[in-house]
């Protein structure tokens, strides 16, 4: 469903003549082939599903927040406003995230279902969470709510 989302948005762009969507949304379709092509040794023949492909998008938007950062640094703000702009493109395609309080109540959940008990369990909490959130969940907050509860 959302390869399909892409491939029309793509062509939509192209037809709307909006160059840093076509190009964006080209970025993100050439990572999803080189993901497929990664998995076909795991058995997975017919590409990568939707939870990998917010996975991949969730880490192409954390690149380019770090981008951000180092180009403002560097003064160069005309490349920060382009990686804002594919940030803002890349999110159409992704879930709302979830807020720090709705992160916090999921990560208790979570603990509490599969007992976990101190920060031994942090591993396998973190797993679940991924499991269960992938794409609408920012991962650096959740491992800091875990550690605070398991902590």
């Given at each position: 469903m959302?390869?399909?989302?892409?491939?029309d948005t793509l062509k939509a762009a192209m037809l709307g003549k909006e160059a840093r969507t076509v190009?964006?949304?080209r970025l993100i379709l050439a990572a999803?082939?080189?993901?497929?092509?990664?998995a076909r040794p795991r058995g997975v023949t017919t590409g990568i599903g939707d939870d990998e492909i917010l996975q991949m998008l969730q880490s192409m938007v954390k690149?380019?927040?770090?981008?951000i950062s180092l180009y403002e640094?560097?003064?160069?703000?005309?490349?920060?406003q382009q990686?804002?702009?594919?940030i803002?493109?890349?999110?159409?395609f992704m879930p709302s995230q979830m807020s720090e309080s709705e992160t916090v109540a999921a990560v208790s959940e979570t603990i509490a279902e599969i007992a976990a008990a101190g920060l031994k369990d942090m591993g396998r909490t973190m797993a679940a969470l991924k499991e269960r959130y992938a794409g609408r969940m920012?991962?650096?907050?959740?491992?800091?709510?875990?550690?605070?509860?398991l902590g």
């Open positions: 959302l390869r399909q989302r892409l491939n190009s964006t949304v999803l082939k080189d993901r497929d092509i990664a690149q380019r927040r770090e981008s640094q560097g003064g160069r703000l005309e490349l920060a990686e804002a702009e594919e803002a493109i890349i999110q159409r920012d991962f650096t907050k959740a491992s800091a709510a875990v550690k605070q509860q």
